[in-house]
């Protein structure tokens, strides 16, 4: 998610910092959702963005905004991270953002509720960031070992498993045996073309 710097006029910037807050929540939970409003406004939240949204939805037109009213000093708030951020990964990864633009975070209800500084909160969330982006780049790589076992194993991706060496002897002693290419297949149930590629690579497909 993209943030943009909102321009102060030189009268401005010495203005109070504001504390914008975020509500949101899914259809049938507007009773939560005022819950949600009441509390921002309780804690002083001059400015409230609301919505009812799925936390899945990758659109979230009024999270937009609320990101793009800050300045730097502003204080975004939120009753909960899971009412803005719908996976540990864009939690670390938005906040990260938000403390580089010197914007401050707070939550009515979890571990950022403490008027914690950005110099304390700026560190940590780093390590954090650090953490996730390990855990995901060993997520990554694993994934490719298992591709490449899979492979190995299948002998071609996505293709058939090789047959096991006592099938490919049964399928020669009986071609030696003067059986049919279909005999075979229904003594053995291989495949035709298993069974061709087999005899041509014993020179016995004649």
Not at 100 to 113: A, M, P, Q, R, Y
Request: a positive charge; glycine letters at 6%.
């Amino acid at each position: 998610m993209k943030f943009h710097r909102k321009k102060l006029l030189i009268s401005e910037k010495n203005k109070l910092r504001t504390s914008v807050g975020y509500a949101r929540a899914i259809d049938g939970e507007v009773d939560y959702l005022n819950k949600q409003i009441n509390h921002l406004k309780k804690y002083g939240c001059k400015i409230i963005f609301s919505e009812i949204v799925s936390v899945n939805n990758d659109d979230k037109p009024q999270l937009r905004k609320a990101f793009e009213s800050l300045s730097r000093g502003d204080q975004f708030v939120v009753y909960k991270l899971d009412r803005a951020f719908k996976s540990k990964d864009e939690c670390i990864k938005i906040i990260n953002q938000l403390l580089d633009n010197g914007i401050n975070i707070k939550t009515l209800s979890g571990v950022l509720e403490a008027n914690i500084s950005n110099e304390l909160l700026r560190p940590i969330f780093q390590v954090l960031l650090e953490l996730n982006n390990l855990e995901l780049d060993f997520l990554s790589e694993k994934k490719v070992e298992t591709l490449q076992n899979r492979k190995i194993v299948a002998g071609n991706l996505g293709g058939r498993p090789k047959i096991s060496p006592l099938k490919e002897d049964l399928v020669i002693r009986l071609r030696n045996d003067g059986f049919s290419y279909r005999s075979i297949r229904a003594q053995t149930g291989i495949a035709l073309s298993t069974i061709r590629r087999i005899l041509v690579e014993y020179d016995l497909s004649k």
